[in-house]
């Protein structure tokens, strides 16, 4: 173990979120605008820091965080399908090292490449070579020097912080599986698209979701169907709250819908973004998945960033970490808030500040608790470099 | 007063946050790329509104909450000003309403001039006409109907929430006001750029303000006058401080230069956009204007959002001035969280839940505290559409 | 037989093309930056033709006729292959109809998908997911009435006019065959690349062809492999010539290459778009597939306008129709020069003026030619119809 | 003198234009979108050319002719004005060098102030900060050597030819005049637009004017207001023509006018890019101001192009100065066609071929002509370089 790390470990006095009476809780799944965005950004990143490695043996700098989702305009019908009109407009921004050593590096092919394949993946009704546009203006920069992203331990590339939490209340917990389930029904129910948003508040023991779910025109021939297929979704959703909660659990879908006048939410594509609803990176969901206007947040827009030496991205990643190790190997903890911040120019394993805030199960001493927390921080900023291992490999998700 | 409009007031168990040993406060300044598509959406917006009102005598549909800021890439010398080699792009996004009652409005036009004449307004050595690139892809939309902008109360357009706390800590009033203090510098000292990043810590007792201030080429001859330029503004920040505060402060800035070497943080334009540094509505400064992780936030981007329909920009600009309310004319709050949640369908001034978390002074009885920040609320519920016409005006900021 | 459609035939006084002591002629190929833009605009236009009739039972309102491309910039390396840094960019531009009796139709995505299809289909190396991007501003229009383009005969929406020559002189049909047979031999010869532009010169008795064909470095192991290639190509075209041709025929390719120092023509897609050569519809090839400062010329952009109602487009087709069938039919006619003048409003088939040049063979009457000229016109003008149905079924070429 | 330059002066047959029964002439005015396009690429070429010679003493490689014009969208009403709905969106592509021995140019800069400063200066009422987007996509070069342009003589870039002739015939003259007393008037006549196409037709010795003008709504007030301003434009163009010319001149205006039903050529801006027709660099005016089927023509798009080294561009102003010195220097020459033909790395000054056709006076003998012509082109030739500096000083028009 190094020396001090300007751990500080303390016991806060807050009431445990699940013991508020009022608790909100929103996630976008993976086809809102917004998850978009941050996806393309991310495995972007990704199949950079990928590339980097095979041709140079290091990652070189690069941030592709600045994707821009331009809605684009469609006319889904119940019975035929409908078109779209406008293409979606995809902007690729941010930056990335194309010549390094003499040798050049093909970044903005790779980025327009990963960000079509991306849609191929995700989506299952979306047509890539026809309802979107992908344009990129990606800045271009050189390095000659190998040394910055060589060194053990990088140094902090902006004065950032991160911030993290564990463990999820029931309702993030809900919140948070009920998109992943509605979105893996896609196969055995063709018609739910992409874009799921799942808004939950708890008031006291009564739990409600807001579920916003497209569907897809062409899987549907009637209203009936939709009916069909939104009372399934809401039924799969009571049986997943049902297993996991003993709450009330109160579950509403597409709120908006007219089923009278024939007004509901139906797209061509699976998703918002084809008509009227624009996306950007960091707007969504932070690292953990969700948004939690309860806990604190960081503003930090972690998909797409550089996981070697963006001290944002890394000490969002890291304060997860941390957070759910701490619940996890130490039973006396009820919940732990971590923030990090960093110091510019400093070693990124040698924060500013690490800040533990405990609160602890009732009736324990913070002693125990303060020495195995430190040493779990301890632990992690001297393995840090297993963050931006981890986020390559995609076992960090950051939105 | 009408019935009931779920408005809960309740004691909430936690540490004030200048009882809290550590504190983040950030705030990104006017020349900020993020402050930037922030500033440039919300004008929009304004001008939108005003014009809409001049000619049909009614606010229409618009969101202009997309801007994306595209860095560019500049070469700025101490010695004769350097250039703009690759202009900053802006791609103005979101949609407006172009036709009325078989009418036709120039949306488009209206936020490309007003985009313009933001940074005419907003910055001293920027030049427009070569120095930036303003693209739009406004979506465009009709109606036909008034209806939905006349009621006396719109009902909510999405199920979203707000959030405002109040009163700002030590730490975040200096960090508000360093930024505020150095942008006002700049006729003074014209070496000054407009792109001013504060970051404060507080631990324990102890502020530090770490300042990043973009300086402009032009208008320095040498790195001693850049010396003299950033000492002169460390002086005026720590004259801020001492009058305002009574805690110890340490001020840094620009702390990644390197003076030895002539690597200082010098721009041609005032602001990093030039080289590298991209921009996003909605990632920066929440619409109080400051960055606070140890705070309920809300990721809504309230730039550029329609300031009558738009649940999600009311509710946190309104959360916010029930906050300040509750804590001014209720002596014995100590801190007041505010938290609003809509239904949507429903009327804006009959929430889902009106969450009002009080920490009351010590030793005082919430009984009392309760009845008037419900009336505070109900009030302002009553009220609501001053929201709008508060906004329009420039009365609330959203960043 | 109609009446008078202002056919005037004349006996011109001039020395016919293979007399005169030099000639030029200039064939770009299918790769050139200018063919591919004016290939992108012919071919969204006849697929849109095809997809209105499906949907329509007409062909509605369009131009496509605007392609521009952005030259990319690229590192081919002999060894290798080397990249694509910056793609190319192809803007698509024009109008088109999206909206027919209340039916909408999907124009963009159409036009999008066919472009991406035309690089698949035309280039054998370059990869449309990562080396292109294909952007849309196509602008939209919408139709109520059907009545204009099912009138037997439309109006004519412009004061415009073709210009039509026959037969080619043996340069030109030199010059064209040249660059189809180097195409051709793609599979054969996998370097060559597709941008090929060919360059005829005749003085008197001596042609000159300078070849400027583009190869595909990941083809290609060493200069000497280069060579060999060149070389192989140069004796292709020296046989093709010597079947075709008494003349001597002189063959250059790639001049501007410097063997010695390794500057040769290496492209990593085979087209020069990928670094540095922008191109636009029109430019290039006059619709017969040749530049020919010889002859009269239109500076008409027949590639992507609409074939049904554009009548610079049917009368450049038609003139070039004309004028073929005129010298196949006709014996006595040496060379024949046409042109047609529209006026706009009048049916497309009454033509201001249809003027038949005729150089008639040494020793010949124009009395029987005059007749003769003048039914092949009359003819022709009454089966106007048949261009637009030859132009979308692709008997036509634009360029 | 040098030695040869490969001049071939000529005696051709050819019934001179003037006596051919028909003729074909036209022009596309200053505020036709092509011609915008064209005069977008110039003026930024020649601002190029002036801003590189101050700072290098040298002009230095670029080409700007790529301009592209996407038409916006508009509703003028002759009532109250209307509105530009979408701006015109004006892409800039081509190449600058934007670093010479390691000192940078902000080429982009200059290119897009020249670009707005154009259309303030060429436009009575369109709004440059709200109706244009002007975007960029210039590509970017460095160079090293300033060598290849402080050659005395510099080395041709291509194979490639330019084409002139002289004299105007009445036609010409009269077209080209027209257009200019046209753009003229609108001081005297506000309502005039900048958009002005004139086509002439002569069919033996009748001359037929077809004016396209387009008129500004925001100046007229009624549509007899309207036919006003047609009527009176056409009776100043009678002037003219009475004034220059001897034979017939039907003139007409704006034929595709519905005056009964308010069907007029009416713009906002003055431009009908305002409302869908884009327009190209190139593919309007040749260089000479006019399209002239009957004449040869180069497809060279001279506007933008760098005046130093493209040597299409040099030899298409060059052939049109060599015929007009021709004519106006040799009696006996009634007209005279030129065609410059270059080779790939030669000096600009030893063309591969410089072909002057003679259509002599009658009765005259071509001895005398083809010294005096041969020593008018050699002349040219040895003071080529003069080419480059009327280019920049706008001595040459190019469009």
């Not at 941390?322 to 732990?336: C, F, G, L, M, S």
Request: proline residues 4%.
């Amino acid at each position: 173990m190094r020396g001090s790390k300007n751990i500080k470990v303390e016991n806060v006095l807050k009431t445990p979120v699940e013991d508020q009476s009022i608790e909100l809780v929103e996630r976008k799944g993976i086809g809102h605008p917004d998850s978009i965005a941050d996806g393309i950004a991310e495995s972007i990143s990704r199949e950079l820091c990928k590339r980097y490695k095979e041709r140079f043996e290091t990652i070189l700098h690069h941030n592709t965080d600045e994707t821009q989702i331009v809605a684009g305009s469609s006319s889904p019908e119940i019975d035929g399908g409908g078109e779209v009109l406008d293409p979606i407009y995809i902007l690729l921004a941010g930056r990335a090292t194309v010549k390094f050593q003499d040798e050049v590096f093909p970044a903005n092919k790779i980025a327009l490449k990963t960000a079509r394949d991306y849609f191929r993946d995700k989506f299952n009704h979306l047509e890539p070579d026809g309802e979107i546009i992908i344009d990129s203006r990606l800045g271009e920069t050189s390095t000659e020097l190998k040394g910055v992203y060589d060194r053990d331990v990088p140094a902090s590339n902006d004065t950032s912080f991160g911030v993290g939490f564990a463990p999820f209340s029931e309702t993030e917990r809900l919140v948070y599986e009920t998109e992943r389930l509605i979105y893996g029904l896609r196969d055995e129910i063709p018609a739910i698209g992409e874009d799921i948003k799942v808004m939950g508040l708890r008031e006291d023991n009564d739990i409600s979701l807001t579920i916003a779910c497209a569907t897809v025109s062409s899987e549907l021939n009637s209203i009936d169907e939709y009916v069909n297929v939104t009372n399934e979704i809401k039924e799969r959703v009571r049986d997943l709250a049902a297993k996991e909660i003993e709450k009330e659990v109160e579950v509403a879908i597409n709120q908006a819908d007219d089923i009278e006048n024939g007004n509901i939410y139906l797209t061509v594509t699976g998703t918002s973004a084809e008509m009227g609803d624009d996306g950007s990176v960091g707007r969504g969901n932070r690292s953990n998945g969700l948004i939690t206007p309860n806990r604190p947040m960081s503003m930090e827009a972690a998909s797409g960033k550089n996981p070697v030496t963006h001290i944002g991205k890394i000490y969002n990643l890291l304060s997860n970490e941390i957070a759910r190790d701490v619940v996890e190997e130490i039973d006396e903890v009820k919940e732990v808030y971590v923030r990090l911040l960093s110091q510019i120019g400093e070693p990124i394993d040698d924060p500013r500040c690490a800040s533990i805030q405990i609160i602890p199960e009732e009736e324990t001493h913070m002693n125990t608790i303060t020495d195995d927390a430190e040493a779990i921080v301890d632990n992690w900023l001297d393995n840090i470099n297993k963050i931006p291992e981890m986020a390559m490999a995609g076992e960090l998700t950051t939105f």
